[in-house]
């Protein structure tokens, strides 16, 4: 029995499948790419710095590709007029704070520094930070990517751009290039950060299903051998991200997916019946993962959805998810939150395509409130949750209630 054994011909360059790879051109963003490469040519035009960029959209559409491709592209001409461009890539997934951003870009600045310092004030790493900067010289680009994890944290969004007039910096230009799939973040920002960093703005509207297509043609181009996957799995595949919020990283992913299940069991082609296979595996997955990976307020604020939905109630407005999530929350000793706070951890959970949170105008009543409706399954998400031992009893209270409810 081989275990290993990959003889079949499936894939002709799969790295280019892989999350992390960027194209050397994105199809059906070539709008945005404009867009974005106005803001970094007026040192181009004998000017002094770049713009400040704010970019946004939700997840899978391109955004962080596009900035790295228009920077990619620049850094020709830049050598051409003896002009040193540097770009720095940060992510910051698992930053809350603005001493964990600055050192984080630290950590992709200075030399000698591998991970986060601690034990030192703001102020010292803002020293570092600004003497780092000062030491690359020329033009800095920093991509700051997932930004809106800084929340309101954004003391730092204003200093960098601004380190040159404030006598931060003498000889390096800096310019900050922010990433949100937030819609809202921008909103949030102070009104001297919102003036600072969103020189230029970009907004990625989700792909349609003829968009994903075309994306998907020229991915399989790349990745498969020719004659592998056909128009029909590209099709479906297209068809279900424009409905996932018009994601191509999760129509690539999908593809991805069929192909390793067509290679393993030896098969000379991608079929349909792979890609359902491919997709009920990843859901499953995501669906996991996220929650793992969630709070426990974004835990209980989901079963509070759940419970609802369990009680004939798929749509409800904030208040009446916020009273369910209370009960929850206090069943199991946790503090509660606002009704604010989970608000806006609803519009975070939409942002992971586990809730649809719609905004609503209150008509004669005035004012606006959220609409929001669980975006997975009932099972699957139990499923997930059956590695969070905290809220097994509230699930086991759900579950048995809309079983007696039924009967």
């Not at 999350?19 to 974005?36: A, C, G, H, S, T």
């Not at 859901?283 to 993962?289: A, D, L």
């Not at 509070?304 to 009273?323: C, D, F, H, P, W």
């Not at 590695?387 to 086991?396: K, P, Y």
């Amino acid at each position: 029995m081989d275990l290993y054994d990959v003889s079949t011909s499936i894939f002709k360059n799969e790295e280019t499948l892989m999350e992390d790879w960027v194209p050397d051109e994105l199809p059906e963003r070539e709008d945005e790419l404009k867009e974005i490469a106005f803001a970094f040519k007026p040192p181009l035009r004998g000017e002094a710095n770049t713009h400040n960029l704010f970019v946004y959209g939700k997840s899978g559409l391109g955004k962080t590709a596009a900035v790295e491709i228009a920077l990619r592209e620049l850094k020709q001409p830049f050598d051409e007029l003896g002009k040193d461009l540097t770009t720095v890539n940060v992510s910051l997934k698992d930053v809350s704070t603005e001493f964990q951003a600055v050192g984080e870009i630290l950590t992709h600045i200075e030399p000698e520094t591998y991970s986060r310092p601690k034990g030192v004030s703001l102020g010292d790493l803002n020293h570092r930070l600004f003497h780092a900067l000062e030491d690359i010289g020329g033009h800095v680009v920093i991509i700051l990517d997932e930004i809106d994890n800084l929340g309101t944290n954004d003391d730092l969004l204003y200093q960098i751009p601004r380190a040159r007039s404030n006598d931060r910096l003498e000889e390096t230009r800096v310019s900050v290039v922010g990433i949100s799939n937030d819609l809202k973040f921008r909103e949030n920002l102070s009104a001297k950060v919102k003036d600072t960093l969103c020189d230029v703005e970009v907004n990625f509207d989700p792909y349609d299903a003829n968009q994903l297509r075309s994306i998907l043609h020229h991915r399989k181009e790349i990745a498969f051998q020719d004659g592998v996957v056909g128009d029909d799995v590209i099709g479906l595949c297209a068809a279900w991200a424009a409905k996932d919020q018009g994601s191509a990283r999760q129509g690539i992913k999908y593809l991805h997916r069929a192909g390793e299940i067509a290679s393993d069991r030896g098969f000379d082609d991608v079929t349909v019946d792979h890609l359902h296979e491919a997709r009920d595996r990843i859901e499953q997955e995501q669906v996991i993962n996220s929650i793992s990976n969630l709070t426990t307020h974004d835990q209980a604020t989901l079963l509070a959805l759940a419970s609802l939905e369990e009680n004939g109630k798929s749509t409800t407005r904030t208040k009446y998810i916020y009273g369910e999530y209370k009960q929850i929350a206090e069943s199991v000793g946790m503090d509660t939150l606002t009704s604010r706070s989970i608000r806006d951890k609803l519009r975070n959970l939409d942002t992971y395509n586990l809730v649809v949170a719609k905004e609503k105008s209150g008509g004669l009543e005035g004012g606006k409130y959220l609409e929001c409706e669980l975006n997975i399954d009932l099972d699957d998400l139990y499923d997930a949750f059956s590695s969070v031992e905290r809220f097994d009893e509230i699930i086991d209270s759900i579950q048995s209630g809309s079983r007696q409810s039924r009967l």
